[in-house]
């Protein structure tokens, strides 16, 4: 079955860096685009960065744009989200996610299968 494992959370202070990294299972990785979703205490699932599934195009929400890369690396089954100068708003649940729809270069549609999600928390 498809498995989907985060790691790389935690505290940092507002203009620190933490990497994300996710680990995949259970499917032919290198044959779907993977993405990262949000969410904030008491708000809505937000997308946040998404990659096809060579690698060769990404999609970035407004708010990551400048901030956040993300990358994948097929021969290991891992999607990376490196997070540069974080913001307190980039407090939430960070979860991976694919079998969605990528649109190139502008949005990703979750599709059903997550990870259980790591915390990010950012202090002012």
């Known amino acids: 079955q498809v498995q989907l494992v985060e790691s790389g959370g935690g505290l940092v202070q507002a203009g620190g860096s933490l990497r994300l990294s996710c680990a995949a299972s259970?499917?032919?990785?290198?044959?779907?685009?993977m993405g990262w979703i949000r969410q904030a205490p008491g708000k809505e699932r937000e997308f946040v960065a998404a990659i096809n599934w060579s690698g060769g195009s990404t999609a970035y929400a407004d708010s990551a744009k400048g901030r956040f890369t993300i990358s994948r690396d097929n021969a290991k089954n891992t999607v990376t989200l490196q997070m540069n100068n974080l913001k307190p708003e980039d407090t939430a649940v960070y979860s991976c996610?694919?079998?969605?729809?990528?649109?190139?270069?502008?949005?990703?549609?979750?599709?059903?299968?997550w990870g259980q999600g790591t915390q990010v928390a950012v202090s002012s």
């Open positions: 996610n694919t079998g969605g729809r990528y649109l190139s270069g502008t949005y990703y549609y979750p599709g059903d299968y």
């Open positions: 259970g499917f032919t990785f290198s044959s779907y685009a």
